[in-house]
């Protein structure tokens, strides 16, 4: 018999792969795989999302939106992003309008509502919190007939409790509010508050984005209009009543704002036709309007609004004759006399004597603003604002059977208005509040950002839910931390085994070396 055939047996008894030791460290090795394979798994698989849910109805001038906004259940705390998930827009006029008879207030509402009750699952219901705002339209009613404004409030306000949410209030925003919390809108969903970005949509080894510069805000609605933007050379103390003060997510924020009542554009077309009709004409030629344009226009109609009840002229007929010249140029002069830039008692001001900083870094506008360019096709803030000009006197200059036959799909309350409407926004941004050529192009029209609105109703929610905290968190969330220690210490794990496997046939015990 050769020597082998003596050593074989040995040899096959200490193979190092066949000892007790080798097998539990195998063992171990092989249920850390599948553990870190099952937690990646786990961790990375579809869950269904629980969503928590806040309802805002913008109750404006000329009509009410219902927003549903929702965000992850468990992420309020700072880190969520709030979006909104379904929008409704309310049949009819807007609540001021039902002033003589309240109720039907109330009842415009309810279409929307049961669309709010589909939409946000049932089991939340209750949890969710609904907020009525009003805006212009009421605070114009209020100096008209408060008791008129309070009593369309409370039947509003009795409809919305019939509904199985959870019922915040209804109330009229001051006009601050209403150009601090468009602010906050456009600002929380351009992540310029330095607020932490969700997990998965962070930078690497970036939790906060500090020191951002915020975007400023320019709302244009029916009644009024709304400009706000943070100014290093406003601090609050030369205009207090144009100061909002914030602290978000640890930073400070002196947001300068003012709302403009009676500047919102349909409140401007009947400033602008009652500096027109002084003279009680009973035919009007307005340059603002397309040429071949006409209507009979009641003179009671044009001055029901407290924006021009008290220049009503004396001894005018019932009616007159609304026609239209087409003139670019001259209905801009019209536009200008309805701003006051003659006198100014602080350093600076935009128009009818309001203090304005120096305008200062990027604003996003929108409302009106967006609905009007967007439908002349101007949205393009590169391009110079002289070509803009020269593009609205074509436009207006288009005679109206042309206009209506181009845009038959359109309302034509507002297509007898977009060249009004055109020349107010340009005249509104460079006379009003003193955009020059170099700075129209910082203005970017707006309708949405990352798929919500833009306007007052997503911060006005934010801020009544405190979404916002003032100082930002410190870590960041727990969930995603603890899953990366978890997959650390199993790969941790499996490379200590396979070291130890790898190193097996070192070790005195397992050695192949024949012992002496
Ligand atoms: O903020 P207040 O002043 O109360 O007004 P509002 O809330 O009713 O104002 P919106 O932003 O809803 O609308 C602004 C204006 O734009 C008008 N508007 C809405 N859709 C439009 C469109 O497609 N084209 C032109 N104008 C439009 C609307 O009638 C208002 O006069």
Redo the contacts with the bound molecule.
Sequence with gaps: ASPSDFLLPEMKERNPWHSPATIIITVIGVIAVVALVTVIVLQNREIPQKYKYGIVM?A????T?LYIYRWPAEKENNTGRVEEMHSCQVAGP?ISSYASAPWKAGESLRACMREAEQQVPQRRHQQTPLYLGA???MRLLSMENSSAAEAVLRAVEESLRGFSFSYQGSRTLRGQE?GAFGWVTINYLDERLGQPRPPGDRPPHQTLLQGLETTGAL???????QISFVSDHFDGSESPDNSMVFRLYGNDYSLYTHSFLCY???QALRLALAHQTQDAPVTLLDPCFHPGYEASKDYSAVYDSPCVSSRRPQGAPLNFTHKGAGNFAQCQKVIRSIFNSSSCSHSRCSFNGVFQPPLQGKFGAF??YY??MD?LNLTDTSLPLETVKRELARYCSNSWDQVKQQHPA??VK?LA??CF?GTYIITLLTDGYNFSSESYSSIKFIKKIRGSDA?WTLGYMLNLTNMIPAEAPDSPPLPQAGYASLVTLMVLVLAVVLLLLALRPRWPCCSQQPQV
């Design positions: 913008d404006g001038s000329s009509h939106s807007g805006t212009a339209g209403e709302d244009l609605g029916g009644a009024s209009t919102g554009k349909d409302s009106a609905f009007v439908f359109v309302k507002y208005a977009y409407s306007g």
